[in-house]
């Protein structure tokens, strides 16, 4: 959970893939959200900008253009957050060990299908990477290089490893590296020490 982290770029990043941590800009309890990082367009330039989703340029540029349209701005920030529910919905589930909503995969495939054609392979060092090409006014641009994020996780190996933080008003996400996969809380210092105080506390009320 997002902890006392007051603004998006302190929140912490846990998840070990860029779209977990995407999902996890928001804490959940029984399905509804309960705290939320994401709350504007800006915050959403905020993030993809920090993660390294979108080059700083690009970032400015984008401020620059939601300044001139709000409203597309607005509209944009909220199909950031429609895609985020299906991140959302579509991990959790298969953490839980359910098929994902056929709803939440035909939202994500929808993004997909919208910036396929702006893929492109750039020149990268000695190497290559995945880039996108064309229409640096557009607005949705932050929601591509996420949704491609979360279509790589679900057809990488690493899915396996996939796990939902068990804590009641947290349900973040994460892949669980760690080498025994024995990790269960999103956060050790954070949900993971909660449980431990409220255990102690149950133990103190029944020894007397
Ligand atoms: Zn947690």
Redesign the pocket.
């Known amino acids: ?1 997002a902890g006392d982290s007051e603004t998006i770029l302190e929140l912490k990043r846990v998840a070990g893939d860029m779209a977990l941590d995407f999902a996890n800009t928001c804490d959940h309890q029984a399905g509804v959200i309960v705290a939320d990082w994401l709350r504007s367009y800006a915050d959403l330039l905020d993030w993809v900008g920090r993660v390294g989703l979108l080059e700083g340029a690009q970032v400015e540029h984008l401020r620059h253009v939601a300044a001139r349209q709000p409203v597309a701005a607005a509209h944009a920030f909220q199909q950031a957050l429609a895609l985020r529910a299906a991140i959302y919905a579509i991990f959790s589930a298969i953490a839980g060990k359910q098929p994902p909503a056929t709803e939440a995969l035909a939202y994500l495939n929808a993004v997909l299908a919208a910036c396929q054609p702006h893929l492109q392979i750039e020149p990268e060092g000695e190497g290559f990477r995945w880039g996108w090409a064309g229409d640096s006014d557009a607005l949705d641009r932050p929601l591509w290089p996420l949704a491609r994020a979360a279509a790589d996780l679900l057809a990488s190996p690493a899915l396996r490893l996939l796990r939902q ?1 068990p ?1 009641e008003d ?3 996400l994460f892949l669980d590296t760690s080498r025994n996969h024995t990790r269960r ?3 050790m210092d ?2 993971g020490n909660r449980a431990k105080a409220r255990r102690h506390y149950r133990r103190e009320v029944a020894g007397g």
């Open positions: 959970m933080c804590a947290c349900g973040w809380w999103c956060d954070d949900c």
